[in-house]
């Protein structure tokens, strides 16, 4: 663990990630905690973002191929292989509620924008912020059980896509085959000044993620809407072939 707060007592326990009925999507939301995505200037826009990507993920989710969902956070931050998510849990539309996870809608979003997006503004700026140790970390966490049919596993990256230390993307830790990662970067300041950084930068991480097996989607966050996002999940979803 990178030791990053998390909710804790009945907020830790309000939505536990269930396989009791075999789970078809899995989205992980990864969240930049570098100083210059993460920073106080940047609270109410983040905060903005991370609801709108929520609302995303649980409108896709009502889709037959994409439910049940199982979700989670996790930061972009220090010491990130294999760290626990900032938060965690399921979805299953159903009339019938069962024993674990949210089953309404609502409950879903009031969960994934109080607790969640909170948990991740709250979180402090770090220095260090290894992004492909993030999607190694997420990517490890959401393999199927054993004997389960195969789902959908998506990831959802809010950064600026750039590696803070001087790592490079990734390349052979993880077999990425059939994830689908969507990138919502933001520009630096030095791209502003000259663009073909980002568009390097950029290129650099879709080679490396397609190498691995990945379908890759990026786009800048602003002007991002939620049907867009929604449009991209269900896209690819409609694509899987269950086994």
């Known amino acids: 663990s990178c030791g990053d707060p998390k909710p804790s007592g009945a907020e830790s326990e309000a939505a536990p990630i269930t396989d009791r009925d075999a789970v078809h999507a899995r989205v992980a939301v990864l969240v930049d905690l570098s100083e210059t995505w ?5 609270r109410a826009r983040n905060g903005r973002l ?5 609302e995303a993920v649980a409108t896709a989710a009502e889709d037959v191929n994409s439910n049940p969902l199982a979700f989670s956070y996790y930061p972009i931050s220090a010491n990130n292989y294999f760290t626990d998510p900032i938060c965690s849990g399921s979805y299953t539309v159903s009339l019938i509620p069962g024993e674990e996870g949210f089953f309404r809608r609502e409950d879903l979003l009031e969960y994934m924008n109080n607790i969640c997006v909170r948990a991740a503004l709250q979180l402090p700026p770090q220095q260090v912020t290894p992004i492909a140790a993030a999607i190694i970390s997420a990517a490890g966490s959401m393999q199927d059980p054993p004997g389960q049919p195969r789902s959908r596993k998506q990831l959802i990256i809010l950064s600026d896509m750039k590696e803070e230390g001087g790592a490079q993307p990734p390349h052979a830790e993880r ?6 990662i969507i990138i919502l970067f933001r520009a630096l300041p030095e791209d502003q000044v000259d663009p073909t950084l980002l568009q390097a930068r950029l290129q650099a991480w879709q080679r490396a993620l397609e190498a691995r097996g990945a379908h890759v989607y990026a786009r800048p966050d602003t002007g991002v809407t939620s049907p867009d996002l929604v449009r991209t999940l269900r896209a690819w979803t409609s694509e899987t072939t269950r086994e």
């Open 38 to 42: 993460h920073n106080e200037a940047s």
């Open 50 to 54: 991370l609801t709108l990507v929520n």
């Open 175 to 180: 077999d990425l085959e059939g994830f689908d």
